[in-house]
């Protein structure tokens, strides 16, 4: 009988299951510190220069593109492959809807508990990006005030660095409904934890004061702008010894780019995007929750006919669109293993990569770096010559659009007011990333870029509003 | 629009991309081949007569879409900053011409009418929990809402602390006046001890049963009763319908265009006449432009595939290939899938759940009371048993028969369900005979739905 099961498509979604179970073997062998496991799949065999090359041609050839860090970047493998899942749906979207829409998605879940050391694949749940998973937290604890649990004052500690989106949602949700928000004042540039640790108990202190308490902390992992490995794990533990109700770090950044160890770091909620470091395609983002009683309670707030069946049921369905980038997962693991030592390779080479860099940047323009590279993960903030004359957020994102259209590099600026008391100091930093595309002539353009505004005597004071 | 920033995805020059060869206006019409070749990727074999649920989308606009991906992957800096606010913005306008409303900020883009409900309902959750409404103020929806909306009334305004009137409309239904009488009559119990009406959320087509209900009438009947706010769900008009919301008057109105308007999964606009409350509504998943107005909020809710959003041009387009646009297509539907309906009716011995005037491109078609289908679960197997044995795609609505005397018949029998058919233009009407055949041969198999409970 001609059913849809012995259709071609059919047939497609049977190679893809030889896909996962060779990526589900290469995990358990990634994850698998001493890696004397063999797989149980011949794996594929290891990217060349060229293969890589061929991944990556849809990167605009012109483009010095030391920015990984702002939107990510997908190989064209992968690109391929949600194609693949998307004209699957557009072909017989009934079927794919009853028949295979949820157990991909909890094919992908699977991976990323694996990935992550979370204990249940319910406690995963999939959703568009980390300022998603924010609205998600953050409206748990607006009803908390709505309702009446938490008191009007209660606090929420953040980072004073922590994303503009994230700012504006704490505002939306936490401020709107009575709650207070402090902010960690952290020092940039930084050289150690302790700078850091220090501020966060004065912040927790000032969130406890009046008999309040903190109901949440929202704590970077890797800060966006500017660009530091928060020492996340000590953080939690000092919540947790002061009576913070509840943790959420918003690691947008991390996975691909710092380790990421649920049991190790011990929030009670985290989220990461999986199409900044981790090749997916735009966009997918994971969203950790603790299993406790009020991980119940959290709910995604485009709301459909799953509401009520847990967060990760919930996200699975939020009405008709585009699922195709939750779905690649099991195709990106296979993607990552073909580089030596898996994701965890790439991460620990980017890094190296981006710091010797940073460091050939910083010394070329006689500057410094931003953080010690400990405190760095694939991106380093580099400062900028003073002469350039960065002198507000605005004149560092026209001297952003300047490296552009004039000299084809992209890279984020970072405008650092100057303190009190500080004679000459660097008020730009550039955020460079390294990505497994990039090499070492990106960072010699921007090199030679810089070098070449200084020698022209530009200052910021000629770009135009 | 005198630049096209629509490239072709390979710009060499990313402050000038190469323009897509202008479509000359004296276009020829569609030809029944080429409306074949848009929808080839649609599987083999399948007679695919439910558009309602999944919309559906050409080849050509796929394509358009690629570049749009492509054009992002190449150089999202670039693209952010240069490329998609006002590509945006130009389907918002397109949008807005389309549906006759006066301003573009009246006009914003988000994924799906789910998402849209959520929007307002948040709102009207936020009213409740600010003071501004008192607990037991009420909100008025449909029986027959669609259950995702149901329950996102149940998430932000039950929860919240506001009580749900709920009209029950007729099914099978004769006229519109039907329903009018049944919301006035349901209205006005509803606001009985003072409860004040904060919120009337109207299907403009329902899902299940699907009928055409006459909103403009029902939103001046909201207006008379002192309904502070009238929201229209018309998740399927666009492309069906004709739709003016200058005419409708209703204070929120969204319609997905991925149903009928072919534009890929997924993309909705949610309209909001311009007022002091319009304000105040607010895209859940808040980003950087939190407090710039819907329109703005919704343009960039984080890193995410607007690529659905930008295809609204080529959409247009492609809908002017065919004779009288996008009315024209709306037209011949409706045409079709009414004949296809009575030729299955016929065939059944069953009738239509409603007049023609009330069918958009979508009619509801009794089956045979044989079938024995006497429950949602019921309704829900045998629609995957003429998908997995037939090869016939079709959504099937249980409808308890009220009292069996007045129910719909087939032969002595109350009809228990009905099969909602969709034309688009890639149907054919071999497609309904296929599901003629089937039910025929289903029928003549002494077929009941407790064959399939024993699975």
């Not at chain 1, 910083?362 to 760095?376: F, H």
């Not at chain 2, 020829?28 to 559906?56: C, K, M, P, W, Y």
């Not at chain 2, 009207?124 to 008025?140: L, N, R, S, T």
């Not at chain 2, 809710?301 to 646009?325: A, H, K």
Request: proline share 4%.
């Amino acid at each position: 009988m001609d059913s849809p099961r012995n259709h071609p498509c059919r047939q497609l979604f049977e190679l893809k299951d030889t896909a996962t179970a060779t990526a589900t073997a290469a995990t358990a062998t990634n994850h698998n510190r001493n890696n004397h496991t063999a797989p149980q799949k011949p794996k594929l065999s290891s990217l060349s220069a060229a293969d890589l090359r061929s991944e990556f041609a849809h990167h605009d050839p012109a483009v010095a593109r030391i920015n990984n860090g702002s939107f990510g970047s997908c190989p064209a493998t992968i690109i391929a492959a949600q194609h693949r899942w998307h004209l699957r749906f557009i072909q017989q979207p009934d079927d794919f809807y009853f028949n295979v829409l949820q157990s991909s998605i909890l094919r992908s879940r699977t991976l990323i508990k694996d990935l992550i050391n979370a204990d249940h694949v319910d406690e995963v749940s999939i959703v568009d990006n980390a300022t998603t998973a924010a609205a998600i937290v953050f409206q748990q604890t607006a009803w908390a005030f709505a309702e009446g649990r938490f008191n009007k004052g209660d606090a929420t500690v953040m980072l004073h660095y922590a994303y503009g989106a994230v700012k504006k949602s704490v505002q939306a949700y936490i401020s709107r409904a009575g709650g207070r928000v402090i902010e960690v004042q952290l020092p940039f540039p930084v050289r150690s934890n302790d700078e850091i640790i220090c501020e966060f108990r004065k912040a927790l202190e000032q969130g406890k004061s009046d008999g309040h308490k903190v109901r949440l902390a929202v704590i970077d992992h890797i800060t966006s702008m500017p660009s530091v490995v928060i020492p996340v794990k000590e953080l939690v533990k000092i919540c947790r010894e002061e009576g913070v109700d509840r943790v959420f770090v918003d690691a947008a950044h991390a996975i691909g780019c710092t380790e990421v160890d649920m049991k190790e770091i011990g929030a009670d909620v985290y989220t990461s995007n999986l199409h900044k470091w981790f090749f997916c395609p735009p966009s997918v983002a994971f969203l950790y929750c603790r299993k406790s009683d009020e991980t119940l309670d959290l709910h995604h707030p485009v709301v459909s006919h799953e509401y009520g069946n847990g967060l990760a049921i919930e996200s699975g369905w939020i009405g008709t669109r585009d699922y195709s980038a939750q779905l690649v997962v099991p195709e990106v693991l296979e993607f990552v293993n073909r580089f030596e030592g898996g994701i965890e390779g790439i991460r620990k080479r980017n890094h190296e990569k981006v710091v010797e860099m940073g460091e050939m940047l910083m010394k070329a323009w006689g500057t410094n770096l931003g953080s010690p590279p400990k405190m760095c993960s694939s991106m380093v903030m580099v400062g900028l010559p003073v002469c350039l004359g960065i002198s507000s957020d605005s004149d560092a994102l026209k001297l952003r659009t300047h490296l552009r259209d004039c000299f084809g590099i992209e890279v984020p600026i970072y405008y650092r007011a100057p303190k009190d008391g500080e004679i000459d100091p660097i008020t730009g930093y550039a955020r460079i990333s390294h990505q497994v595309y990039n090499v070492v002539d990106d960072y010699y353009k921007f090199r030679d870029a810089v070098n070449k505004l200084v020698n022209d005597g530009f200052t910021c004071a000629f770009l135009s509003d | 629009m005198d630049e096209d920033p629509r490239a072709n995805g390979e710009s060499n020059d990313h402050s000038n991309p190469s323009k897509k060869p202008k479509i000359s206006s004296s276009l020829s019409l569609i030809t029944q081949l080429q409306i074949q070749q848009e929808f080839a990727h649609h599987q083999d074999g399948v007679a695919r007569i439910n558009n309602g649920s999944f919309g559906s989308c050409p080849a050509s606009i796929l394509a358009a879409q690629r570049r749009w991906q492509l054009q992002f992957l190449r150089q999202p800096d670039s693209f952010f900053f240069n490329y998609l606010q006002k590509s945006i913005l130009h389907s918002r306008t397109i949008i807005k011409n389309l549906i006759n409303a006066h301003h573009v900020e009246e006009v914003s883009l988000v994924d799906n009418a789910t998402t849209a409900a959520a929007i307002v309902l948040q709102h009207i959750g936020w009213g409740f929990a600010e003071g501004q409404f008192h607990k037991g103020d009420a909100v008025v929806m449909l029986h027959c809402a669609f259950q995702a909306v149901k329950k996102s009334i149940q998430a932000y305004v039950t929860r919240a602390g506001g009580s749900v009137i709920q009209v029950e409309l007729p099914f099978p239904v004769r006229s519109k006046d039907q329903i009018i009488a049944e919301f006035q009559r349901a209205l006005v119990i509803g606001k009985a001890n003072g409860r004040k009406v904060r919120l009337a959320i109207i299907d403009h087509i329902t899902s299940m049963p699907s009928l055409i209900i006459p909103v403009r009438e029902l939103v001046c009947i909201c207006r008379e009763e002192g309904v502070d706010q009238v929201f229209v769900d018309a998740a399927h008009a666009v492309g069906s319908v004709h739709v003016d919301v200058q005419e409708i008057g209703a204070d929120f109105y969204v319609s997905n265009l991925h149903k009928w308007f072919f534009c890929p999964p997924s993309v909705a606009f949610l309209y909001c006449r311009k007022s002091p409350l319009s304000l105040n509504l607010h895209h859940p998943v808040v980003s950087h432009e939190y407090g710039n107005g819907l329109a703005v909020e919704s343009s960039w809710i984080g890193t995410r595939d607007y690529s659905s959003q930008l295809v609204v041009p080529e959409v247009l387009d492609f809908v002017n290939r065919f004779e009288g646009g996008i009315d024209g297509i709306s037209k011949r539907n409706h045409d079709a899938v009414v004949d296809m309906g009575e030729m299955l009716a016929k065939a059944w011995g069953t009738v239509l759940g409603s007049p023609p005037d009330m069918c958009p491109s979508m009619a509801m078609v009794g089956l045979p009371a044989s079938l024995g289908i006497s429950s949602d679960d019921d309704a829900l197997k045998i629609r995957t048993h003429l998908r997995d044995h037939f090869q016939v795609e079709v959504p099937i609505h249980h409808q308890a028969p009220k009292d069996s005397k007045v129910g719909a018949r087939n032969g002595n029998n109350c009809i228990t369900a009905y099969a909602r058919i969709s034309h688009q233009v890639y149907n054919k009407v071999d497609d309904y005979i296929k599901f003629r055949e089937a039910i025929n041969q289903l029928v003549h198999d002494g077929f009941t739905c407790k064959v399939l409970s024993q699975k």
